[in-house]
């Protein structure tokens, strides 16, 4: 049995090929992706095992913030930033490529996020606002003064903590 086409649905074809061969990241945008990736972004494998692609969640009170990002990377992202009422969230995906493929393989060993050894060499001051942005906290006294920034990076071992 074959299932027709939803009209306008954006589907694996020779017009999402060729978009694939003219995209390239620009410099800002990979800042984006790498503070993304770092933070709370993961790069996930497409249905054919062959390529990456980005996605991130935050929550929906961070709507403009996701909304910078998709603003940033909509080249790359085939629909709207998708809202979840039950979990209050906010997630946008971009399409599966060669270039995010490179980037999984600097970020994950063995299925699961790194902070690679050369992190000061992919780090921009943009990247690092990015990552910020995403996993970032400011410690505040009693009086609401701030007296420190955290970047919360617990989900990566104590050895790349040393880096």
């Known amino acids: 049995m074959v299932i027709p086409r939803e009209a306008g649905r954006t589907t694996y074809s020779t017009e999402i090929r060729a978009l694939k061969k003219s995209l390239v990241l620009s410099e800002y945008q990979k ?60 997630t946008i995906r971009t399409i599966s490529h060669s270039e995010l493929t490179d980037f999984h393989k600097i970020f994950y060993r063995n299925k699961k996020k790194i902070i690679p050894e050369n992190v000061q060499e992919l780090l921009s001051p943009l990247a690092l606002a990015v990552w910020f942005m995403d996993d970032g906290n400011a410690v505040r006294y009693k009086s609401g003064d701030i007296y420190a920034y955290n970047l919360n990076t617990q989900s990566f071992n104590h050895p790349e903590h040393q880096i």
């Open 31 to 90: 800042a984006i992706v790498i503070g993304t990736i770092l933070g709370d972004g993961c790069l996930c494998d497409n249905w054919s095992k062959t390529n990456y692609r980005l996605k991130m969640s935050h929550s929906i009170k961070q709507r403009e913030y996701v909304l910078w990002k998709y603003n940033i990377l909509k080249d790359w992202i085939l629909t709207e930033p998708k809202i979840y009422e039950k979990t209050q969230s906010i």
